[in-house]
C-alpha cells in the first residue's frame, strides 16, 4: 500500500510561482512514474505532468512552459515548479504514482490564483 500527501498549495496572484511537492511512503522500494492531474469545478480532470523514474516528462499544452516537474527517486518525492500562474491554473492538484502496476492519488492540494 502506498500512501501520498500533497502540499505547497495556496491562494497567489496572478504572474507569481508555487512549488508543489508529494511524498509516498508505505511498505515500497521504488516508483515507476509520478505526476501530477487537477480538477477545477465544473470540469473534468485533467493531466498536468509526468516523469517517469528514467526522467522522460510530459506536459499538457496549456502549462509547457510555465510548469516544470521534478522528482527525488531516493525519497519518492515529486515536485511541481509552477511559474506565471494564471486564473484558468485554479483547481485541485493531486498526486499520482505507478507501483507493481497500480495507480495511487493523494487528497490534493489546492492552488487558487486570483486576478
Known amino acids: ?6 502540499s505547497g498549495g495556496g491562494l497567489v496572484q496572478a504572474g507569481n ?9 508505505g511498505n515500497i522500494f521504488s516508483i515507476n512514474n509520478m505526476g501530477w492531474h487537477r480538477q477545477a469545478p465544473g470540469k473534468q480532470r485533467e493531466l498536468v505532468a509526468t516523469m517517469s ?6 506536459y499538457a499544452d496549456s502549462v509547457k512552459g510555465r510548469f516544470t516537474i521534478s522528482r527525488d527517486n531516493a ?10 500562474l494564471k486564473p484558468d ?15 495511487y492519488w493523494g487528497q490534493g492540494t489546492q492552488v487558487t490564483v486570483s486576478s
Do not use: F, M, P, W
Not at 523514474?53 to 510530459?58: F, K, L, P
Not at 525519497?75 to 506565471?84: E, G, H, I, M
Open 89 to 103: 491554473d485554479t483547481a485541485l492538484y493531486y498526486c499520482y504514482a505507478i507501483y507493481q502496476s497500480h495507480v
Open 53 to 58: 523514474r528514467g526522467g522522460s516528462t510530459n
Open 1 to 6: 500500500q502506498v500512501q501520498l500527501v500533497e
Open 75 to 84: 525519497k519518492n518525492t515529486v515536485y511541481l515548479q509552477t511559474d506565471s
Open 17 to 25: 510561482s508555487l512549488t508543489l511537492s508529494c511524498a509516498a511512503s
